[in-house]
């Protein structure tokens, strides 16, 4: 049985146009070895996504963020994952916003810490960052571009 878990991510960006990674460990199709991504996470029965990606934002980070500051979702992308035996699909929701600091006060490092990191960081690193194709979107959004459709990003 697979079970649905939709969720919503924020790519959170501070005043030096660097945004906010979460080192974590994956789970199950991709190596079990240190990897990034996106604060956010699943969406709870009767949560809008923005209303989702605000909530999870606030736990993990401490930033308060108003549906009004995400607007409207900028990509998605969606897939299957397992953790303990149990199959998951999931399709993620990303927003974005631009956060005054760059002090990060919640729970969202699990302890494997986070970064900042730079559009060209994203692009250059060899270690594995969640989304796949992050890099390009958020030099996009630095930009001002804003596509009509959502972006897919690939799994």
């Known amino acids: 049985m697979i079970t649905n878990r939709p969720t919503a991510r924020v790519i959170l960006v ?24 996106l604060p956010g996470g699943g969406i709870e029965p009767g949560e809008s996504a923005v209303e989702a990606a ?27 994952w397992s953790i303990q035996g149990r199959r998951y699909y999931t399709v993620h929701t990303y927003f974005f916003a631009r956060v005054p600091l760059g002090e990060v006060s919640g729970s969202g490092d699990d302890g494997f810490g986070h ?32 596509h009509e459709r959502l972006v897919t990003l690939d799994w």
């Open 54 to 80: 605000c909530r999870e934002v606030h736990e993990e980070t401490g930033f308060n963020l108003t549906p009004h500051d995400l607007g409207e979702p900028v990509a998605v992308n969606a897939g299957e």
């Open 14 to 37: 501070d005043p030096a146009d660097r945004a906010l990674m979460f080192r974590f460990v994956p789970p199950d199709p991709w190596p079990r070895e240190p990897a990034w991504h």
């Open 115 to 146: 970064q900042w990191w730079t559009a060209a960081e994203l692009d250059s690193t060899k270690e594995r960052v969640f989304p796949p194709g992050l890099a390009v979107l958020l030099k996009d959004l630095l930009q001002g571009v804003r």
